[in-house]
């Protein structure tokens, strides 16, 4: 196991390099190159001659007058733990251990480590919450579902549960928005943000004082994630349920069930005990997909509720073609994706003793 | 059975999740009341220092009065020079105090604005957006700035000033060095040569006692930082470069003096010099180049407003920008107690919030303008402002004159007389702006006095169209609806427009079924924006296109019009050439009196006009929508007046902290 654990880790490497390549080419040949959005922006009031020099700046300060695979080869170096040391001019040093550095982003002249620390916490915390809501529900409905097969809760579920998947999130978050946070209708959640305005001067805790209930800081975060998770949430109901139910349903009609019942197991036992378990394989399936989602974060919710996260970073950085964020967020994107195949691989062996890698 | 996990063990996790988050709430926590500490902290060590500053001024026994509070001190030595003269009114406060006289009148409340995006920094120079500038502009201030009315230059930081203008002198060396220079071998570089006249310089003489928000007096030596801060090649501030490289150098005088001289006589030279936000170089100076270019907030002037924590101000996603009054500030103290910036991307969220009352400020599209209008409630609650800005920038179809190396049909300039009368703009304006836009005669804003009044757009007019696209050739020969060449080509065209706009969507469509009628073919043609530069700017691979300017009050049409600026990249991407507009342009750039540069100005439009290198549509109108609660939001020359004259009357007051 250990051994088949490693050659997969040393083999992420090889393959990391190739995806990192692809979306770089793509990049570097889509109109305006690499970068080429972000310099066309800086004409501006500027004449030609001046907007040449500070375009010819840029362009040596990034290293995007070079040919597009040295650029691709410089930043190999640059994130790797061994390689040239890059001197503050540009020109290359010497051979050995350095820092590994994500570079500096193109468009916005920061650090892409800083651009990353303030987009993952964000995502982070609305993943956080409802990716468990997202499972529980599913999980939980489509076990009821597979158990009264046929009856009412199944259907009504069922439908409930595939009408919500058809709603598109855009749509509903700018219903969500224009129902339930407007003085029109509902007023009840607030329309943008994570906080009001006056939490800094807010108590943590909500509390009642003469003047009535005061909700304190962290209930006023609370509520203000209320519309973006459920907008995260309401979709990924339908494909969960589903599915356990079906796997479940599948493992009812085994012949160990059977058998279980057949010498006394009670029902909740023969459910939980025996069909649950087997029927896990599928759900680590799709749970592998968890971890890369609870990074990438998603576009629309993001700019509805303008809580800006992973999502809307990466989507700017393909617009712009800036490559160090590109490349960051692929690396990254790429390395969780392949991180979390492999963590499946092995919950296969953990959950079904026949699964071996030996 | 005995690895089993049981209810013990689920309940035993939960507990311990519970304790973990417990633990990180009051870790959070406990960095909230940091913040607040940190923030007294700051106070005390300010006032501690004030009073300080405060004791030493008694003890010499010298407290100058405050040149916002005391009578005007401007107005002292007036130079000579052409234009030099600052007005004789220099209280650059006048219009606040008069507003203060007003009985409701009262400091307090908050003002609440949106951006879309949370800026990535706020360290001016090395900053991109117009959000950042947007903020910079509360906080720093420059040595002039425009009366909103007269559209004048008017004192500010500065208290008068002078402009020593020799080009005429210059000139002449000049000519005797090119005349030396043909006799000689290539001319020596002659900015060296200590002989050569200085062109143009100005000398600003700074007000006493402006401060900046930590209480350190701003002198000469701070301009002079903030001029050698910004050429300094290791500040990451090429655009900033580019734009002040005609100013030589930057002298201090005495304490309360600089001289800023020209490298040539340069129409915008004084504005160069006049809008430059001054930087504080105690503070600024205490970071390297490089630290700077990494830093995402070091903000500090001498402005009305200050950021609360001037060194440490990080983007946070959900997090709001604000900006508190700066209690010291040198002039009369602006009304609100703090401006605060929402984050709200979503436009249909950004309207939902101004509905509740949650912000101040809505620039609406003409729809929702029409539609906000038409709700009571929204009526009842809020004013609202419909006006021409002087700084709008115009929209534009730009018939390329040179493809390939060949002139096109539009190098005629009867066609592009003949195809603009073709184009129903005021329809355009009537129909898809829903008559929030004017049509527009030439490049220059028609509130600009650059603009000359007696140009009138061109009429739509089909009859007159048809007979000069007659006299070049162009005629319905085959009876088919489209007009040809004797040679059968028909008059048919793509128009290139940025995809993904409505507005230049149902703007073009308009225009290709106006021109259709008139016997012209044109096929739209929408393209990603990169896409479209290269095509328009590199390549020059395109027929028509359809996009924007930005405007200034004063704008340079060298960039645009001016042959020097056809080969790619420039911006002449129409390859528009006219010996005599040239000239023209290159006289009212070297001509620094505005008196004489106007006329010029003008006579560069009615070129334009006749020519017609584009076909100017329009200029759109400013539609904004403000809470009711504020007061004296007026109407300007310049749009509307600053938001330091505004204010909130006490009873109508909605936040504090």
Same mark, same amino acid.
């Given at each position: ?22 979306? $770089?080419? #793509? =990049?570097?040949?889509?109109?305006? +190159?690499?970068? @080429?959005?972000?310099?066309?922006? &800086? !004409?501006?009031? /500027? ?36 390689? $040239?040391? #890059? =001197?503050?001019?540009?020109?290359? +040093?010497?051979? @050995?251990?350095?820092?590994?550095? &994500? !570079?500096?982003? /193109? ?54 549960? &595939? ?58 975060? &609370? ?136 | ?657």
């Amino acid at each position: 196991m250990l051994t088949y654990i490693i050659r997969r880790l040393l083999l992420l490497i090889p393959t990391l390099l190739g995806i990192t390549l692809l979306v $770089f080419l #793509v =990049m570097a040949m889509a109109p305006g +190159g690499i970068g @080429g959005p972000m310099l066309d922006e &800086l !004409g501006g009031q /500027l004449q030609t001659a001046q907007m040449q020099r500070v375009r010819a700046y840029y362009e040596q300060r990034y290293g995007l007058d070079k040919p597009a695979l040295v650029q691709y080869a410089r930043w190999i170096n640059q994130i790797s733990p061994v390689g $040239f040391e #890059v =001197m503050p001019d540009g020109s290359l +040093g010497e051979w @050995g251990f350095k820092r590994p550095d &994500l !570079g500096m982003s /193109l468009t916005r002249h920061r650090p892409v480590i800083d651009l990353i620390a303030e987009a993952l916490p964000i995502t982070l915390l609305l993943n956080l919450i409802s990716v468990p809501i997202v499972y529980s529900v599913g999980i939980l409905s489509g076990m009821l579902a597979a158990r009264y097969r046929g009856q009412w809760f199944d259907v009504s579920s069922g439908v409930a549960f &595939l009408a919500l998947w058809s709603v598109p999130t855009i749509w509903a978050g700018v219903m969500l928005i224009g129902l339930l946070a407007n003085k029109q209708y509902i007023q009840l959640f607030p329309t943008a943000g994570l906080h009001s305005m006056l939490a800094d001067s807010m108590p943590f805790l909500p509390r009642w004082t003469e003047s009535g209930f005061e909700p304190g800081w962290l209930l006023d975060a &609370l509520w203000h994630l209320v519309l973006p998770v459920t907008c995260l949430s309401y979709a990924g109901f339908a494909f969960l349920s589903k599915l356990t139910r079906s796997s479940i349903l599948e493992n009812l009609s085994a012949d160990y069930v059977r058998t279980a019942r057949a010498k006394g197991v009670g029902e909740r036992d023969v459910l939980l005990r025996h069909v649950f378990r087997n029927s896990l394989l599928a759900l680590i399936t799709v749970a592998a997909g968890i971890l890369p989602s609870l990074l990438a974060g998603s576009v629309i919710v993001e700019t509805i509720f303008s809580i800006p996260g992973m999502g809307r970073l990466g989507v700017q950085a393909v617009q712009y073609r800036d490559r160090e964020l590109v490349l960051a967020v692929t690396l990254i994107a790429g390395f969780i994706g392949l991180v979390s195949e492999l963590l499946r691989d092995v919950c296969y062996a953990i959950a079904d003793p026949r699964v071996s890698y030996e | 059975m005995d690895n089993r996990f049981g209810f013990k063990d689920l309940v035993f996790t939960l507990l311990l999740a519970v304790f973990i988050i417990s633990v990180w709430l009051a870790m959070k926590q406990m960095d909230r009341h940091g913040d607040v500490l940190r923030s007294i902290d700051q106070k005390l060590t300010d006032q501690t220092r004030d009073l300080a500053r405060l004791r030493r001024l008694l003890d010499q026994g010298s407290l100058a009065l405050s040149p916002g509070h005391g009578s005007n001190p401007g107005s002292a030595t007036q130079g000579s020079g052409d234009q030099g003269e600052s007005p004789a009114q220099a209280d650059p406060f006048a219009r606040i105090r008069a507003v203060q006289q007003n009985p409701d009148y009262a400091l307090g409340d908050f003002y609440v604005d949106v951006f879309a995006v949370v800026p990535d920094r706020l360290t001016p120079l090395v900053s991109s957006d117009v959000y950042a500038s947007t903020v910079q502009g509360y906080v720093l201030e420059s040595l002039a700035q425009r009366d909103p009315e007269t559209l004048e230059w008017q004192p500010l930081i500065a208290s008068d000033w002078t402009i020593e203008d020799n080009t005429d002198a210059w000139r002449a060396y000049m000519q005797r060095q090119e005349a030396e220079g043909a006799a000689t071998a290539p001319a020596a570089d002659a900015a060296d040569d200590p002989e050569r006249p200085i062109p143009l310089a100005i000398t600003f003489r700074l007000r006493p006692g402006v401060v900046f928000s930590d209480g350190e007096p701003l002198t000469a030596d701070d301009v002079v930082f903030t001029f050698d801060w910004i050429m300094n090649p290791e500040v990451e501030a090429p655009r900033e470069r580019a734009y002040y490289e005609k100013i030589l150098r930057v002298e201090k005088v005495d304490e309360l003096a600089v001289r800023f001289v020209f490298k040539e006589p340069y129409y915008q030279a004084f504005e160069l010099a006049a809008v430059m936000p001054i930087l504080p170089e105690h503070f600024y100076s205490r970071w390297t180049p490089q630290e700077f270019n990494q830093s995402t907030g070091l903000l500090m002037g001498s402005g009305p407003y200050r950021l609360e924590d001037p060194e440490g101000w990080r983007p946070e996603p959900g997090k709001n920008i604000e900006l508190v009054r700066n209690e010291r500030y040198w002039g009369e103290p602006p009304a609100f107690d703090r401006l605060v910036w929402r984050i709200i991307e979503n436009d249909a969220a950004r309207l939902t919030t101004f509905r509740n009352g949650d912000i101040d400020e809505f620039p609406a599209q003409p729809e929702q303008y029409q539609m906000l209008l038409k709700d009571p409630d929204v009526q009842s609650r809020t004013q609202h402002f419909e006006f021409q800005s002087p700084t709008a920038g115009y929209l534009y179809i730009g018939w390329n004159q040179l493809r390939s190396g060949k002139p096109t049909i539009f190098a005629d300039r009867r066609v592009r007389q003949a195809l603009t009368m073709l184009i129903d703009r005021q329809r355009i304006v009537d129909e898809v702006m829903l008559g929030y836009a004017q049509v527009v005669s030439g490049p220059f804003n028609p509130l600009s006095p650059q603009s000359d009044p007696s140009v009138e757009p061109w009429p739509y007019d089909p009859t007159r169209a048809a007979a000069l696209l007659k006299e070049v050739g162009f005629e319905d020969r085959n009876r088919d609806g489209v007009l040809e060449l004797p040679d059968g080509r028909p008059l048919r065209f793509e128009l290139n427009y940025p995809a993904g706009s409505e507005v230049f969507e149902r703007i073009v469509l308009f225009i290709k079924d106006t021109l259709a009628r008139g016997g012209v073919v044109m096929d739209p043609k929408p393209l990603e924006w990169s896409v479209l530069l290269q095509r328009v700017k590199d390549d020059r691979n395109y027929d028509a296109v359809s996009l924007g300017w930005s405007g200034t009050i004063e704008s340079d049409p060298y960039q645009i019009f001016h042959s020097s600026q056809i080969p790619a990249p420039g911006d002449n991407s129409t390859s528009y050439a006219n010996p005599q507009l040239d000239a023209l342009i290159e006289q009212a750039r070297m001509t620094v009196n505005e008196e004489e540069r106007m006329p010029l100005w003008h006579q560069v439009h009615r070129i334009l006009h006749e020519d017609q290198p584009y076909t100017f549509l329009f200029t759109r109108k400013t539609l904004v929508f403000f809470d009711g609660r504020i007061k004296n939001i007026q109407r300007t020359r310049l749009g509307l007046n600053p938001l330091q004259e505004w204010y909130v009357p006490q009873e109508q007051r909605k936040w504090s902290r």
